[in-house]
Structures are given as structure tokens and as C-alpha cells.
């Protein structure tokens, strides 16, 4: 799907979610009339997009394919298409554009024959939605919604939901669905271990994968899978655990200002905080901070 508002039909409105170095998220919404076909448009990036109501059908030559939430679509850079609306009504959903070299880092680990397909990395023009990639998708486009979320938290979901998706198209037709690892178990530790220092160091920095991989010597994408099959949590997740952790500590010595521990910790402000410290510990900083017993309190129930 084009941005270019010179050529875009006037029945779509897009809106950007989020803008990165890996992915960028747009949100489209086509409110279409019934066509017998609309005119010839262009993919400006490789693209992964899911419907999340309504109905299109997308003809490349003489392929056509109907479109709906139970369908995932791929599209190649300068890749040309038309889309038929069948019925009235438009369609919703999100286009999930994938910078080239992340996207064929992802592609080859699943089929080593991407490297010869530059021009068009996806082998496959669409694919079933199984249930594991609708919740991919929805956990993605609601970080993505979320105003306080960092850019770490995006590109860990986003990861996940390509992993995801490419897995689920390879195994509908049959091939072959396991990512290739890579290095030898130790290396893999050590990587972890590496980001783990990394995130300690400067635990309230506004971290990305790119920014994180160039410090551990290591691409994103495999950061990002390693970490988690290593640590057993994302690297956000991890990251989130590791600030409200020292958030504790703060807590427990009488930290007053919580809109400025907020800042401090990296989160984006005092509710996002309250939130995230709530629902790990099931009780609210403020509350957790009043009943936590000073230092001469403990003293003077120890005398008791």
C-alpha cells in the first residue's frame, strides 16, 4: 500500500502508528462503494498486512485472492496490484512495512533460497491466520495504540508476530516451518548475558533492538529470538521487571516523588509506572511504599 496521498484513493484514510528503523505500523481504513475493480496501485515497501474487518480481493495478474481477517497478505517492494472491493462497506486493518535487510534476515532463517530473491523476498503472496498470529497481531497493534509504550516494547512484539506469521505461511503449504539457530549453546548465553549488562547498565535509557544489537555485536532480529528463548521472557518484559525491581528498593527507603521515580526508571510518566508496578506486584507504589516499615520501625520492633 502506497502513502503517497497523490495517488491514494480518496475512500482510504491512513494513520500512522509507529515509525522505526525496523517496522513502521499504519493503520488503513478503505470505506470503498462496491467496484467491479479499482485502479492499478503499488507497494512502496515489503509488507505484511492484516484485515481486521471487511472484505477485498486482490488481483496480481491473473490471481486473485479473497482478503478478510482469516487471511494475511504479503506484498513485495514495487510490487503491483488492484483491489476489488465485492460488497459495500471498505475494510480495516494494518499495514506492517519491513525494513529490507531485518525482513530477509527473518525469511532466510526459515528458507535459505531468499538470498536469491532480492527483488521479492516473499515467496508467498498470502497465507491462513491461525489463532497464534491473530493474537500476535492484536498484542502488537495494541502496543502500537499505546502512547506510552517505548520503541523496545513495538519491535519485541513485532518480532514475535513476523516470527509468527512466516511460520504459520511456510506451514500451511507444507514446507518446512524451523528457524534455522544460529551459533554454538554457549555463544547464545553469552549474547544474553551481554544484553542482560547492557539493559543494567542504563536500565531507564529508551533502548531498541538496533541500538542494543550494535552494542552486543549482534543483528536484531537474533537478539531478539535468542534473548528470549535464553532468558524466557522478552527483551522488554525483561527490561519492564528489571525497572520496577529497583523501583522497590526506591520505594522501600521513602521515595516520595513518584511522577519523578517514574521518569527516572524510563517510564513515560507517573501512570504508566502506577500501572505496570500494580499489576507485577498486585498493589500500587504509593501503597506499597506507606506500609513498607522503615529502617527505625524495624529497629523498634525488634525491641518489642
Same mark, same amino acid.
Given at each position: 500500500?502506497?502513502?503517497?496521498?497523490?495517488?491514494?484513493?480518496?475512500?482510504?484514510?491512513?494513520?500512522?502508528?509507529?515509525?522505526?528503523?525496523?517496522?513502521?505500523?499504519?493503520?488503513?481504513?478503505?470505506?470503498?462503494?462496491?467496484?467491479?475493480?479499482?485502479?492499478?496501485?503499488?507497494?512502496?515497501?515489503?509488507?505484511?498486512?492484516?484485515?481486521?474487518?471487511? &472484505?477485498?480481493? $486482490?488481483?496480481?495478474?491473473?490471481?486473485?485472492?479473497?482478503?478478510?481477517?482469516?487471511? &494475511?497478505?504479503?506484498?513485495?517492494?514495487?510490487?503491483?496490484?488492484?483491489?476489488?472491493?465485492?460488497?459495500?462497506?471498505?475494510?480495516?486493518?494494518? &499495514?506492517? %512495512?519491513?525494513?529490507?535487510?531485518?525482513?530477509?534476515?527473518?525469511?532466510?532463517?526459515?528458507?535459505?533460497?531468499?538470498? $536469491?530473491?532480492?527483488?521479492?523476498?516473499? +515467496? &508467498?503472496?498470502?497465507?491462513?491466520?491461525?489463532?497464534?498470529?491473530?493474537?500476535?497481531?492484536?498484542?502488537?497493534?495494541? +502496543?502500537?495504540?499505546?502512547?506510552?509504550?517505548?520503541?523496545?516494547?513495538?519491535?519485541?512484539? +513485532?518480532?514475535?508476530?513476523?516470527?509468527?506469521?512466516?511460520?504459520?505461511?511456510?506451514?500451511?503449504?507444507?514446507?518446512?516451518?524451523?528457524?534455522?539457530?544460529?551459533?554454538? +549453546?554457549?555463544?547464545?548465553?553469552?549474547?544474553?548475558?551481554?544484553?542482560?549488562?547492557? =539493559?543494567?547498565? $542504563?536500565?531507564?535509557?529508551?533502548?531498541? !533492538?538496533?541500538?542494543?544489537?550494535? %552494542?552486543?555485536?549482534?543483528?536484531?532480529?537474533?537478539?531478539?529470538?535468542?534473548?528470549?528463548?535464553?532468558?524466557? !521472557?522478552?527483551?522488554?518484559?525483561?527490561?519492564?521487571?528489571?525497572?520496577?525491581?529497583?523501583?522497590?528498593?526506591?520505594?522501600?527507603?521513602?521515595?516520595?516523588?513518584?511522577?519523578?521515580?517514574?521518569?527516572? =526508571?524510563?517510564?513515560?510518566?507517573?501512570?504508566?509506572?502506577?500501572?505496570?508496578?500494580?499489576? =507485577?506486584?498486585?498493589?500500587?507504589?504509593? $501503597?506499597?511504599?506507606?506500609?513498607?516499615?522503615?529502617?527505625?520501625?524495624?529497629?523498634? =520492633?525488634?525491641?518489642?
Amino acid at each position: 500500500m502506497s502513502e503517497d496521498r497523490t495517488t491514494l484513493p480518496s475512500s482510504i484514510r491512513l494513520r500512522r502508528l509507529f515509525t522505526g528503523s525496523l517496522v513502521s505500523l499504519i493503520d488503513y481504513c478503505c470505506r470503498s462503494p462496491a467496484e467491479s475493480c479499482g485502479g492499478e496501485e503499488l507497494a512502496t515497501s515489503h509488507q505484511v498486512i492484516f484485515t481486521r474487518r471487511g &472484505v477485498y480481493i $486482490k488481483q496480481t495478474g491473473r490471481q486473485h485472492v479473497v482478503v478478510e481477517p482469516t487471511q &494475511v497478505v504479503f506484498y513485495n517492494r514495487n510490487e503491483t496490484y488492484r483491489i476489488i472491493h465485492p460488497v459495500s462497506g471498505g475494510d480495516e486493518g494494518t &499495514v506492517v %512495512a519491513v525494513q529490507s535487510d531485518f525482513l530477509f534476515e527473518i525469511l532466510t532463517g526459515f528458507d535459505p533460497s531468499t538470498s $536469491k530473491r532480492e527483488l521479492a523476498p516473499f +515467496a &508467498v503472496g498470502h497465507a491462513p491466520v491461525d489463532p497464534a498470529v491473530l493474537l500476535a497481531y492484536r498484542r502488537l497493534h495494541r +502496543a502500537s495504540n499505546a502512547s506510552c509504550l517505548e520503541t523496545l516494547c513495538i519491535e519485541d512484539a +513485532a518480532v514475535s508476530l513476523l516470527e509468527t506469521v512466516i511460520c504459520s505461511a511456510y506451514r500451511s503449504r507444507g514446507l518446512s516451518a524451523t528457524y534455522s539457530r544460529k551459533g554454538t +549453546a554457549k555463544t547464545r548465553r553469552d549474547l544474553a548475558e551481554a544484553t542482560k549488562l547492557v =539493559l543494567a547498565s $542504563k536500565p531507564g535509557a529508551d533502548h531498541s !533492538l538496533e541500538a542494543i544489537g550494535r %552494542a552486543v555485536n549482534a543483528s536484531p532480529f537474533h537478539l531478539s529470538r535468542v534473548f528470549r528463548s535464553e532468558i524466557g !521472557l522478552p527483551i522488554h518484559q525483561y527490561l519492564l521487571r528489571l525497572r520496577l525491581a529497583l523501583a522497590l528498593d526506591r520505594l522501600a527507603d521513602g521515595y516520595e516523588n513518584l511522577s519523578t521515580l517514574a521518569l527516572e =526508571l524510563g517510564f513515560s510518566n507517573h501512570s504508566h509506572f502506577s500501572t505496570a508496578f500494580r499489576q =507485577l506486584f498486585g498493589i500500587s507504589p504509593s $501503597k506499597f511504599r506507606d506500609a513498607f516499615p522503615r529502617l527505625g520501625e524495624i529497629e523498634i =520492633l525488634a525491641r518489642m
